[in-house]
């Protein structure tokens, strides 16, 4: 892979939600929000520094009639350093974040194709939410790559929250795939070399729920807003045009709404979620008259077309807001609009709401960070928040508001009295919000704190470097494969042994080496040192139902990304209860037996095989079935196999077909043997591969065993110099 040591080449990755170059659709789901946004100023605020050369944000590819289609584009260019890059995994619809678990494996096998036909690895990996998280540490595993995350929210946090709402645990994982998540975060936490929080909160107590926290790296770097959209409401300046369409629009929207305009405003920005506790507000508001005689609520609750076409977790959020304004006879006092444009109307909402001496509530239940909070206080808004996570930090530095806990809703009524009653406390806290915003909160500041957070990091790591997967960088650079079975072709014939592994050695800067066997990973591993071979690169173990990578140690990491492709339908129990009733089949030693392979002896005809196919097939089972040796049978799930573990190796590391050369001598090596691939058919084979003579590409050696391999390497003249 090319290497530059002219700036910084970053990685963001982002994978749910809705993320293009301009005018975010933020709140146009619940996956669509202040991360999204976040993540695309801090690509854009990196690209402009120059120890950057290049940022790419890593997104899933979206097809879908009801997006729009900038969201299929595969690589849009936002500026001469900055793109999005977007990888299609688990189809091409639209996916909520918690459907997307199933795909993650199949999302990291194309990002790997994408780093090997960029040429390049970034410096930085830098994973945003648990999805990414994932991503990012089979990345790290796979090439030592330097690994940063930041949680944006966590599922420990989310799970106990649940909890209090009163949801179980099966719910709350049917809902939420809680437990893959908590998982995630987890390994996460261990193999990042930077966890970025927003504050010491965040990582004290947030990240203290998790078991490895003590082995995380924290470094707290509050995020930054864009001061020259979010400047104070009393700024004195000319309105353009178009500012004024704005803000007359917002106006008009609200009118709609309010019976008496002059009111100061109680604006709400966010997410149609339970956890943002939108309910706790209208209760707030509505058990309280003589808040409903002072000031009006405007809630911002996402965008919506029609409620009843919505996800049922945002329509049940939608619905309860109808009803309590229902119940509180709100009408005329508050306003719940269902658009608002992020990029131009949410900056003036919050000079809107300034101007008519309102103020600013977050009343989740928990908040990681909150940028609305310092929106608001960057415009001028005084801010009321949950005291629960980032808003401690925020209003600890900008003395601009309040701090209650929402788990009581009169709480909230009385802090926005408190503010609102008294004039002074009102300009003190809009003042020093307008003032103290640019010390901490302006991308400048944080670019600054990132960048030096990073360049600690690197110089770490140089004299401590990571382990890591020593096939990882080296499949980037491979461009051939060699990968032969052991028994009776890799070994076998010891002289063509010496000189298999001499040839193996001087081409292993170019060509990668494995092994697809029938034995389990130790076997495989104890009969290549016994016989004192090279080590392969790639393990292909069980019949191709495992696949195996060597790290720089010489151990084997195994590929939860082949488990990922090949589980699917597969029915181990319900396949050894069928075949269990065949007198003639037999199942072998339990240490033969693994996860996604069943193994069985037997002594019987074709016809009784066949007889044992239909049965499966008759009662719904997709499986592959091998016979080899006409006494070994291997049940696999139906993706499995030594030829297809081989397709999948080419498919993930971008190595074309004709590139790959492979050998065997028994049915199990069949699939192998045929397509595309280079095969070699050694000397004294089974009867089974017989039916694969005059195919093209499978060349039938005269030799038996590794001289056979010799003389199929020199037949297809395979380690020639292109």
């Known amino acids: 892979m090319n290497k530059t040591n002219n700036g910084l080449y970053i990685q963001l990755y982002n994978i749910h939600g809705l993320i293009r170059g301009d005018n975010l659709e933020i709140g146009r789901n619940v996956d669509t929000g202040g991360q999204t946004r976040y993540v695309l100023q801090l690509a854009k605020s990196l690209s402009e520094r120059n120890e950057v050369r290049k940022v790419e944000i890593i997104t899933r590819y979206i097809n879908d009639k009801d997006y729009d289609e900038i969201y299929s584009q595969r690589n849009e260019t936002v500026n001469e350093k900055l793109s999005i890059v977007r990888i299609r995994c688990g189809g091409a619809k639209y996916i909520k974040k918690e459907l997307l678990w199933d795909h993650l494996e199949e999302f990291v096998d194309k990002t790997i194709k994408h780093i090997k036909s960029s040429g390049e690895l970034p410096d930085i990996i830098h994973g945003h939410y648990a999805d990414a998280g994932f991503v990012c540490t089979k990345l790290t595993q796979f090439f030592g790559i330097p690994f940063i995350q930041t949680g944006h929210s966590l599922g420990r946090s989310k799970y106990n929250n649940l909890k209090a709402q009163g949801l179980d645990d099966d719910e709350i994982n049917k809902r939420y795939k809680m437990n893959l998540r908590i998982t995630a975060e987890e390994d996460t936490i261990f193999y990042a070399d930077k966890i970025i929080t927003s504050t010491r909160q965040e990582a004290d107590v947030q990240y203290g729920q998790y078991n490895n926290s003590a082995s995380g790296k924290f470094d707290v770097i509050p995020p930054g807003i864009d001061l020259t959209r979010f400047f104070p409401f009393n700024e004195k300046r000319e309105w353009h045009d178009e500012e004024q369409k704005v803000r007359d629009h917002i106006r008009n929207e609200l009118w709609r709404f309010f019976t008496n305009m002059h009111k100061p405003i109680i604006l709400a920005l966010c997410r149609p979620e339970k956890k943002k506790n939108i309910a706790g507000l209208i209760q707030a508001f509505g058990e309280d008259p003589e808040l409903q005689k002072k000031t009006n609520l405007a809630i911002f609750a996402g965008l919506r077309n029609d409620i009843q076409e919505m996800p049922e977790l945002d329509k049940d959020v939608l619905t309860e807001m109808l009803l309590l304004m229902d119940k509180y006879n709100l009408y005329g006092s508050m306003a719940i609009p269902k658009t ?48 629960d996570g980032g808003p401690r930090d925020i209003i600890g530095n900008l003395h601009n508001g309040l701090i209650v806990d929402v788990s009581d809703s009169k709480n909230i009524s009385k802090a926005i009295h408190k503010i609102i009653d008294n004039e002074n406390i009102w300009e003190k806290f809009s003042s020093s919000g307008i003032r103290k915003v640019h010390d901490y909160y302006s991308w400048g500041a944080h670019i600054d704190s990132y960048l030096k957070s990073i360049k600690s990091m690197l110089d770490i790591m140089k004299q401590n470097p990571k382990t890591f997967l020593a096939t990882g960088k080296k499949l980037l650079k491979y461009e051939k494969l060699m990968i032969f079975d052991i028994d009776d072709t890799l070994i076998g014939h010891e002289e063509a042994q010496r000189k298999l592994k001499q040839l193996i050695i001087e081409n292993h800067p170019q060509i990668g080496f494995g092994v697809a066997t029938g034995r389990t990973i130790d076997s495989a591993i104890n009969v290549l040192k016994e016989h004192d071979f090279v080590m392969p690169d790639i393990i292909i173990s069980s019949v191709g139902s495992e696949i195996y990578y060597k790290r720089e140690n010489d151990e084997y ?8 492709h090949i589980s699917s339908m597969w029915k181990r129990e319900k396949i050894v209860e069928l075949l269990s009733r065949f007198d003639f089949m037999k199942l072998q030693e339990n240490e033969a037996q693994r996860k996604f392979k069943i193994s069985y002896y037997h002594e019987t005809n074709e016809k009784n095989l066949k007889s044992v196919i239909d049965t499966l097939v008759k009662n719904g089972i997709k499986a592959n079935f ?50 595309e691939l280079l ?8 009867g089974e591969l017989k039916k694969l003579k005059g195919r093209r590409r499978i060349y039938f050696a005269n030799e038996k065993a590794t001289a056979g391999i010799l003389e199929g390497v020199n037949f297809y003249n395979f380690l020639r110099k292109d």
């Open 626 to 675: 091998m016979n080899s040796h006409k006494k070994y049978i291997d049940i696999l799930p139906y993706r499995a196999s030594k030829g297809r573990a081989v397709r999948y190796l080419a498919y993930r590391w971008n190595i074309p077909h004709e590139n790959i050369l492979v050998a065997g001598d028994s049915g199990n090596d069949e699939d192998m043997l045929r397509g």
């Open 679 to 686: 095969g070699i058919v050694v000397g004294e084979h089974s």
């Open 557 to 564: 990491f195994y590929s939860t990304g082949w488990e990922a």
């Open 340 to 387: 608002h444009d992020v990029e131009y109307e949410v900056p003036e909402l919050y000079r809107v709401a300034a101007e008519t001496r309102g103020l600013f509530v977050n009343p989740a239940f928990s908040e990681n960070f909150g940028l609305t909070l310092i929106e608001a206080a960057a415009s001028g808004l005084p801010i009321v928040a949950t005291d």
